[in-house]
Every structure is written in structure tokens, then in C-alpha cells.
Nanobody
Framework: QVQLVESGGGLVQAGGSLRLSCAAS??????????MGWFRQVPGKEREFVAA????????SYADSAKGRFTISRDNARNTVYLQMSSLKPEDTAIYYC??????????????????WGQGTQVTVSS
């Protein structure tokens, strides 16, 4: 089994910053082998891709809404993936989820490509 636990969410004013963390664990889960991603969801809307990071060279990809403001990173020694969010806007308000990508699934931006998810952490940006 794989466990993903997000933390770091909260209430922040527009223009502020937050850093989300996702701690991964699992008896047979080798974190460093897997790409990881961050998604977000607002009630009543589909889960939306935010950012992803590869395992091999830590290359990254971002949704247009996140480019230039968010940075995804990973620490394989700590089995943790991070999402640094800056210049936050009210429209960034959502539940943020980290997820492990299936090694054989295409499309870093597709939520169907991810096989394990955390429970989510709420981010609320006030105007």
C-alpha cells in the first residue's frame, strides 16, 4: 500500500505564499522511482492538474495557471514532494491533492494517470 499525506494548507491573503508538503510512505513503495503530481479541486468542478515532477531527472511541468507562480520539487531522501505557491489569487482556492503517477500511464496532466492520492489539504485565498 501507498500512503500520501498532504500538509501546509491554510488561509492566506491574496498575494501571499504557502508551501504544501506531501509525505509518501509504503512498505514496497520506492518513492524515488515515481513521478509525482499536484492537483486541485473546487466543489462541483473536475479535478485540475497543477504541476508534476519526474523521477529520473526531476523535470517539471505546470498548468498555465501555475506557471511563474508555483514550483514543484521533491526530496527523495525524505520521500516528500512540495508545492511552493506564491502570488496566490482567490481563484487558487481549492483542495490540493498530491498523487503518485502510474509508471505506465501517459499524460502527466491527466488525473487518470495517477493511481494513489492523498486526502487533500484546503487552501483558501482571501481577497
Amino acid at each position: 500500500q501507498v500512503q500520501l499525506v498532504e500538509s501546509g494548507g491554510g488561509l492566506v491573503q491574496a498575494g501571499g505564499s504557502l508551501r504544501l508538503s506531501c509525505a509518501a510512505s509504503g512498505r514496497t513503495f520506492t518513492f524515488s522511482n515515481y513521478p509525482m503530481g499536484w492537483f486541485r479541486q473546487v466543489p462541483g468542478k473536475e479535478r485540475e492538474f497543477v504541476a508534476a515532477i519526474r523521477s529520473s531527472n526531476s523535470s517539471t511541468s505546470y498548468a498555465d495557471s501555475a506557471k511563474g507562480r508555483f514550483t514543484i520539487s521533491r526530496d527523495n531522501a525524505r520521500n516528500t514532494v512540495y508545492l511552493q505557491m506564491s502570488s496566490l489569487k482567490p481563484e487558487d482556492t481549492a483542495i490540493y491533492y498530491c498523487a503518485r503517477k502510474n509508471l505506465f500511464a501517459p499524460g502527466d496532466h491527466l488525473y487518470t494517470a495517477y493511481d494513489y492520492w492523498g486526502q487533500g489539504t484546503q487552501v483558501t485565498v482571501s481577497s
